[in-house]
């Protein structure tokens, strides 16, 4: 069934309680209204997702759009450092998504939102022509003057990443049928990078706690990220290909294209960031008890706002290229 009315569609998205009871008044009113009971600064971003551009409606359920919509701006609020805290959701949909679709992608939504303890308190509804256009803002916290800057890399630091990079570029990939996995398995689990990405708060957070670090989520791949660092930062960046954290599923696919996905492909939403040598000893150690992996993949030196990738005995200067919206 078509949505027929807008107002009778917010009624049916709008969540029966909250779970913040600093929410003063949430969806309803011209704005949400909420009172911070606490001193702590507060974090905002919002990310867009379009039909097309970010997903095709054939490839990834309403379930998965809805859950990545909302993961990748959890994932900026974990790249600060932060914890989320709410969340606002517009959504621009064409006649060829049914009521049952766009309440799929509410249910995506709420796994995540329930997971992190975040409440949806407002949003926007309109209509398209074509594509459907998801823009979900989400709010955080950050205790004072320990939020994580891309400007905070200094000469020295150890570059980390957590995770496993090239995964989700893999997963689209598969997808789009450009690649073959070994098994149901392989496929399964990079496609799931792919469209269900989590994100890192629990290691932000950790890392927010360190004296000093400089830190990133990758949404658009590794080298642009650390380009961002190096040009935030005005340091040189160096890191070395065989340190690169490869998944076993990734690397099972044998494709020569394993390290373009790990250093373009973008989309890991894990962090990437810098902290001097005795924070990272500290940080491995916390991060190790809290099963979440961390890999020192290179190190900060002074010198101009660049990066380089050291492959066997080359040194190849990683230009600032990987997804960008109006370059391809
Ligand atoms: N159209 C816009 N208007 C205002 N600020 C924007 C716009 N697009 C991006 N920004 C800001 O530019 C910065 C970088 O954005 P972006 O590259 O999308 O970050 P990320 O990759 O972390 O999502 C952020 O501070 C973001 O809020
Ligand atoms: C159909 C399809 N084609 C290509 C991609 C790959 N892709 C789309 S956007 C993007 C980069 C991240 O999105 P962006 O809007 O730049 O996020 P931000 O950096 O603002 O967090 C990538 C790798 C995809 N997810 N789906
Ligand atoms: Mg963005
Ligand atoms: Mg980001
Ligand atoms: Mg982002």
């Not at 909420?34 to 379009?50: G, K, L």
């Amino acid at each position: 069934m078509r949505i027929h009315d807008e107002f009778d569609f917010i009624q049916k998205i709008k969540p029966q309680s909250h779970i913040h009871r600093e929410i003063v008044t949430g969806i309803g009113d011209d704005a949400a209204v909420f009172s911070p009971e606490h001193e702590m600064n507060q974090v905002i971003c919002v990310d867009t997702m379009v039909e097309e551009v970010h997903f095709l409606k054939n490839l990834s359920t309403p379930f998965e759009i809805g859950y990545k919509a909302l993961a990748v701006n959890i994932s900026d609020i974990a790249a600060m450092g932060g914890f989320p805290t709410y969340f606002l959701v517009s959504i621009a949909i064409p006649p060829n998504w049914n009521e049952q679709e766009l309440l799929g992608i509410y249910e995506g939504m709420k796994e995540l939102a329930s997971q992190f303890k975040i409440d949806l308190i407002g949003g926007d509804t309109v209509s398209s022509k074509n594509q459907l256009v998801l823009t979900v803002t989400v709010m955080g916290e950050v205790e004072k003057k320990k939020h994580c800057l891309r400007s905070d890399a200094r000469a020295g630091d150890v570059v980390f990443v957590t995770g496993t990079i090239g995964d989700s570029a893999a997963g689209l990939s598969i997808l789009l049928n450009k690649s073959t996995a070994s098994s149901d398995e392989v496929k399964l689990f990079l496609t799931s990078r792919h469209k269900k990405p989590k994100p890192q708060v629990k290691a932000g957070r950790v890392i927010s706690k360190l004296e000093r670090a400089s830190l990133n989520d990758i949404s658009d791949g590794l080298a642009s990220e650390l380009n961002e660092i190096a040009e935030a930062s005005t340091k040189s960046i160096t890191i070395y290909e065989e340190l690169l954290p490869l998944s076993p599923e990734l690397l099972s696919l044998n494709s020569e294209e394993r390290f373009n996905w790990a250093l373009y492909g973008g989309e890991d939403f894990e962090l990437v960031g810098t902290t001097s040598i005795e924070s990272f000893k500290r940080l491995s150690r916390q991060l190790e008890s809290e099963l979440i992996k961390i890999t020192k993949i290179g190190q900060v030196t002074d010198g101009p706002a660049s990066v380089h990738l050291v492959r066997q005995n080359e040194t190849i200067k990683l230009e600032k290229s990987g997804y960008n919206h109006f370059k391809r």
